[in-house]
């Protein structure tokens, strides 16, 4: 039986590394945020409050359009991995857009939400934001550099809200700082251990629990040692 797994996470925590990963080791689907390049990105990070609601809603139209589309194939056909969820885009725009700009915003992603698929489980990755600051660095994009820490916490704890009231599907969250599942097999084979024990109902002894159940604050297999 194949599955739809979807990878969430901060910026530079690794979610699009993993799903490559996914594709490759398991012949999985691959499913990326939409490759168009947002023509209001770099304005929106030096003037957020000038040019929030037009970056929005053109991150609103082309996920919707690749969901869509996603949900009129043969979805289920094969295992499908996403390095996003269709919810991450109310969670930026609650973060960015406020009065009547959001209420326009919020009546559109409600109507919107309903045609997108659900996900059989979804996996958050994170880390310290000190550390995606360090990677956010490190991958040396222009327009990423004016990230403020602030940003990246306030944005980690509207996800933390998304998933203690998601019931679409099991939600499992990570911490990367110490995996390098790209490099290192060992940790690469793990990982997908953990993938594969949750999806089968046999889930890999010390790994996390779905969010919000009775150890929630288990992050990590790997740092358990």
């Not at 009129?72 to 991450?88: C, G, I, N, P, R």
């Not at 960015?96 to 939400?113: D, K």
């Not at 251990?193 to 929630?216: C, E, H, K, N, T």
């Amino acid at each position: 039986m194949s599955h739809y797994i979807i990878i969430e996470g901060l910026i530079g925590v690794g979610k699009t590394s993993l799903c490559r990963i996914l594709e490759k080791r398991w012949g999985a689907r691959l499913i990326l945020e939409p490759a168009e390049d947002n023509p209001f990105l770099a304005a929106f990070y030096a003037d957020a409050e000038h040019y929030a609601f037009p970056a929005q809603m053109f991150y609103l139209a082309t996920r919707y359009d690749q969901q869509v589309r996603l949900a009129q194939q043969e979805l289920f056909s094969q295992a499908v991995v996403s390095d996003y969820h269709f919810a991450k885009d109310r969670i930026f725009a609650q973060q960015t857009l406020s009065g009547p700009e959001l209420a326009l915003y919020e009546r559109f992603a409600a109507l919107l939400h309903e045609r997108v698929p659900r996900p059989d489980l979804v996996l958050f990755m994170d880390a310290p934001t000190e550390v995606i600051r360090s990677r956010i660095r490190r991958r040396a994009i222009h327009a990423e550099q004016v990230i403020e820490a602030r940003y990246l916490d306030n944005l980690r704890e509207r996800y933390m809200a998304l998933w203690t009231a998601y019931t679409e599907a099991p939600v499992y969250i990570v911490d990367t700082t110490s995996i390098n599942y790209v490099d290192d097999m060992a940790d690469q084979e793990r990982m997908l251990a953990m993938i594969q024990g949750w999806l089968d109902g046999r889930p890999v002894p010390g790994s996390p629990l779905p969010f919000g159940g009775p150890d929630p604050g288990q992050l990590s297999l790997f740092d358990a040692g």
